[in-house]
């Protein structure tokens, strides 16, 4: 698939740059196993954004190998790589976070409309199912709203450190 040669490109732009590139690209390999995961359950409901999303990481890991090669060209400190490189790591993995999000949220959706056409089938009267529908989508933005706090909270963290990027991966999407 597209998403692994996007990972081993990703790879290959971290590696060289030491401890620390070792620390990014196992990092790194962490976003691009869950990140896999997700877009392999999105193209399943839909492959439009799952091959944008591929695409895009592509891409990334191109520019990465190219702008590694150039500075060593041009003899810039390997440092402003590392920099550029850790923000890329950080954009990405909030990409696919928003990603996985995106879709878990779409099946909930899919899970309360099977619940209404359940109800209709079941012959309740319509405004009990509507107050069950509307009790779950209650639920629902509840709980959306604590897991976007968690990743605020989890970006935070990150800001505040380095080391910090395996906070925001463990935030369930």
């Known amino acids: 698939m597209a998403l692994v040669d996007a990972q081993g490109m990703l790879g290959a732009r971290l590696g060289g740059l030491g401890a620390a590139g070792l620390r990014l690209e196992q990092l790194a390999h962490g976003v691009a196993r869950r990140g896999r995961r997700a877009l392999e359950r999105a193209a399943v409901r839909g492959g439009g954004v799952a091959l944008q999303q591929v695409a895009a990481l592509e891409a990334l890991g191109a520019e990465g190998a190219a702008e590694q090669a150039a500075a060593r060209r041009r003899g810039r400190a390997v440092g402003a790589v590392r920099a550029r490189v850790r923000h890329q790591v ?56 604590r897991r976007v706090d968690e990743r605020l909270a989890a970006q935070v963290a990150l800001q505040r450190g380095p080391g910090l990027l395996a906070a925001l991966l463990c935030v369930s999407p």
């Not at 993995?93 to 099946?107: F, P």
């Not at 899970?111 to 107050?131: C, K, T, Y």
């Open 90 to 145: 950080v954009a990405l993995a909030e990409a696919l976070a928003a990603h996985a999000a995106l879709v878990a949220l779409l099946a909930r959706v899919h899970a309360l409309v099977a619940l209404e056409v359940r109800a209709r089938h079941e012959r309740q009267p319509a405004h009990v199912a509507r107050v069950r529908l509307h009790a779950r989508v209650r639920q629902l933005v509840h709980l959306e709203r």
